[in-house]
């Protein structure tokens, strides 16, 4: 006899198809009866469908989606792997449409489904706004952000970050005791970016600048992942949500963007200046509700347009492969070393992390059962390419090191490199095992996932230890 749920009611039996409410198993039947009227599919297909449906739509309903929309979203998913049930999807468009709406109708979700929505989207709203008041809150205070600098470079992170927490917090409901391991780390943060004497010519504020907000988005990630951070599909949820979230920040300060160019113009024509009001409120305060925002927009819309990141991965694998393997041989032809300034080294890292975050989302929309292909190889090419890249730079840095002694940035940089290094290696001997059909295609995510807090703790590390340990300067 199994255990009840703590609600008191038995567990569903995995091996029964689930059984819904009357609305539900209506559109169910519908969708049945639809299939039914098909020639090309037998009675027993039909079966064998509704139960990988109705599997779909009680996991969907369990992660919190509305009865309707986790319907609407099981026959999506189903569609990529049945051309009848694409069909249906296809033909019944409208109401994948209507699922976008941020406030949906209440004959489309039902009133509890529309109401939750209506609740978190206020909710999403209030936290954006909380966000754009601790932009200004300073200046209550007289900071002045034309001037003070470093107080900004300190906690430009903690006007953004902590209120994002706090909504999937909210949303996640997480226990007292989570929320207050979160609250105590972003307050030691807050603590360690005040507290050191930096000055705004410190290397080590700029390093402690770039750093410290990586590490504190793992904190939000542990908010997001809601009790799950430490199983790796937690921490690809989070990932995969931060590629969306990522694009819908670009679209929104794009349309942002648009927004204030055209009100600066057509104010011109009144006699009216809009820049200074845009430049001081609109803008900083903008930005940072657009964080929550966006976050916002990617957990409604979960499930029904989350794949953004992926196409976009498929599109510049191949153009990122061809950049580094077009500069490697460059660096073989001209003859010349690489320069290891700290510009060039950070938009040299950044386009390692690039290639990572290529891998990882490619990784994650593919299909474990679906046969090695052509795209496959590209990505063995560019993890090659990167790594050898790594190598080059790797060495540059160290006989700079070697020759005028460590520093800050060159520390910083060696640092990171060697963390990249370990990841590109490994990335590409799994990805080689795959090829030659020795390991599967999810051991490489499991490694990226794995690897993840690698990247935290090496941020942490320094924005936490170098000011001190390189003089606070």
């Known amino acids: 006899m199994t255990a009840p749920t703590p609600d008191g009611m038995a567990p569903r039996d995995p091996s029964v198809p689930p059984s819904f409410d009357a609305p539900l198993e209506a559109q169910v039947a519908r969708w049945r009866e639809y299939l039914r009227h ?44 049945d051309a009848l049930s694409r069909e249906f999807a296809r033909e019944h468009a409208d109401r994948l449409w209507k699922q976008l709406m941020a406030f949906p109708d209440d004959h489309i979700e039902g009133p509890d489904g529309a109401r939750r929505t209506r609740t978190e989207a206020v909710a999403a709203f209030a936290f954006a706004l909380l966000a754009a008041l601790l932009v200004k809150l300073p200046e209550l205070f007289g900071v002045n952000p034309d001037t003070d600098d470093v107080f900004y470079a300190r906690n430009l ?56 907000p990586i590490a504190l988005w793992l904190l939000v990630g542990v908010a997001y992942a809601g009790g799950r951070w430490r199983e790796g599909s937690g921490r690809m949820d989070f990932v995969r949500h931060t590629g969306e979230q990522f694009i819908y920040f670009v679209l929104i300060a794009l349309g942002g963007g648009a927004l204030m160019g055209t009100s600066v113009a057509i104010f011109q024509a009144i006699g009216i200046d809009l820049e200074p009001v845009l430049q001081s409120w609109i803008a900083p305060c903008g930005a940072a509700g657009a964080m929550i925002v966006s976050a916002w927009l990617v957990e409604a819309k979960q499930s029904v347009i989350e794949n953004m990141a992926p196409v976009l991965t498929r599109l510049f694998t191949p153009l990122f492969a061809v950049a580094l393997l077009v500069f490697l041989g460059a660096l073989a032809w001209s003859g010349q070393g690489f320069r290891a300034d700290r510009d060039l080294l950070i938009a040299f890292d950044l386009v390692l992390v690039l290639v990572l975050a290529l891998l990882l989302y490619a990784t994650s929309a593919r299909d474990p059962r679906a046969p090695r292909s052509l795209f496959d190889g590209v990505q063995l090419v560019l993890l090659l390419a990167a790594l050898a890249a790594d190598v080059v730079a790797l060495g540059t840095m160290a006989a700079r090191i070697d020759a005028l002694g460590f520093t800050p940035n060159r520390t910083a940089a060696l640092g990171l490199n060697l963390v990249l290094l370990v990841n590109l290696a490994w990335s590409a001997v799994l990805s080689v095992r795959f090829l030659r059909g020795r390991g599967p295609v999810a051991a490489l995510e499991q490694w990226q996932v794995a690897y993840l807090p690698v990247y935290g703790v090496w941020a942490a590390a320094v924005a936490v230890a170098f000011p001190p340990l390189f003089g606070f300067r």
């Open 38 to 81: 098909r020639q090309a599919i037998h009675a027993v297909d039909i079966a064998e469908l509704e139960d990988h449906l109705r599997e779909q739509v009680a996991g969907l309903m369990d992660g919190g989606l509305a009865a309707d929309e986790a319907f609407l979203v099981a026959v999506k998913r189903l569609g990529a792997v």
């Open 157 to 212: 992170a903690f006007f953004v970050l902590p209120p994002l927490a706090a909504f999937f917090a909210w949303k996640r409901r997480l226990a007292a005791g989570t929320v207050r391991a979160l609250a105590l780390a972003f307050a030691a943060a807050l603590v360690v970016a005040n507290a050191y004497p930096l000055s705004a010519k410190a290397d080590t504020l700029t390093l402690q600048a770039m750093h410290l």
